[in-house]
């Protein structure tokens, strides 16, 4: 049997092309119609679109982070001064995390001490546990964990507090009230992490010195006196600051991620906990990426 062949208007793009049926037993099925080239064109578009929105929603997101860091800014040292709040804050956002961070880094300088003293112990290099330890800790391990940490306990709180105020309209009735939401709300939530944080982190960082001591004195077998020659031998003042400075910005960032979310919370219970997800996520990649571009300026000063 002969192929049979049909012709379909050229001027329709989306119009279907017809092959020819080559099999005699397809010819009673007529002729086979091929859309692969309007579906690649649908797909295309389809996938366009999907680019073009997650990086509009995405610089959408980082102009909202910018825009409220700089009312937090602004707003910060305005009169009158909310002392009640911020005292409050204080608490609940710093005192409140000395447990979690303290504990994360006391074991992290035990294991820190274990493993260079067994890793360098083939190189003669045993009796360096505690500049190695000092040095790492009060650099980078103390500041990141320590960020790390609060980021998972206070972002997660803080995002969750200001997003179930504004899935149930509090913070439209503050505003209504002709009471500043950013004021009240944000201000002394990113001052309390931005006072807190360098002294978590100054706390943790002698936790897990405290840490390295004890596996090199009682594992090593180190004195205690040698040990402690070597760690302040190591540190220097620049170091600390390096390690303390970068705090600051770790808060700040911290901070406006987790109100920002959650005063932008929509779509109830789930929308808070999408929000909440989002904030320890994107608080800890800002943390990790801040951390390097902060070590290059602090080494170049």
């Not at 859309?35 to 990086?55: M, N, Y």
């Not at 929308?271 to 608080?283: D, E, I, L, P, Q």
Request: glycine residues 10%; neutral net charge.
């Amino acid at each position: 049997m002969k192929s049979q062949e049909l012709d379909l208007p050229s001027g329709d793009p989306y119009a279907c092309s017809v092959r020819p049926v080559a099999l005699a037993s397809d010819a009673s099925r007529g002729p086979a119609r091929s859309c692969a080239g309007p579906v690649r064109s649908v797909a295309h578009e389809a996938l366009r679109f999907s680019v073009d929105l997650i990086v509009t929603s995405n610089l959408e997101h980082l102009g909202g982070l910018v825009r409220l860091g700089g009312s937090v800014l602004r707003r910060t040292f305005r009169r009158p001064f909310e002392f009640s709040l911020w005292m409050e804050q204080l608490y609940q956002l710093g005192v409140r995390s000395l447990t979690i961070t303290n504990i994360t880094l006391l074991f992290t300088g035990m294991v820190l001490a274990l493993q260079t003293a067994f890793s360098l112990a083939a190189y003669g290099g045993k009796g360096f546990v505690g500049d190695i330890v000092a040095l790492s800790v009060v650099r980078e391990l103390g500041p990141v964990l320590t960020a790390l940490m609060v980021a998972g306990r206070v972002g997660a709180g803080i995002t969750a507090e200001l997003g179930s105020m504004a899935v149930t309209e509090q913070v439209d009735a503050l505003r209504a009230l002709a009471a500043d939401p950013v004021r009240k709300l944000v201000v002394p939530r990113v001052g309390a992490l931005v006072v807190m944080l360098p002294v978590l982190t100054i706390l943790a960082d002698t936790a897990a010195l405290f840490g390295g001591l004890l596996m090199s004195v009682l594992v090593v077998g180190q004195s205690r006196p040698y040990y402690m020659t070597h760690v302040l031998g190591a540190l220097s003042v620049e170091d600390i600051v390096s390690g303390v400075g970068k705090t600051v910005f770790f808060a700040f960032f911290i901070g406006v991620i987790a109100c920002y979310n959650g005063m932008h919370a929509t779509g109830g219970a789930d929308g808070v906990g999408k929000a909440t997800t989002n904030t320890v996520v994107v608080s800890s990649i800002s943390v990790i990426i801040s951390d390097f571009f902060l070590t290059r300026i602090f080494l170049m000063l």
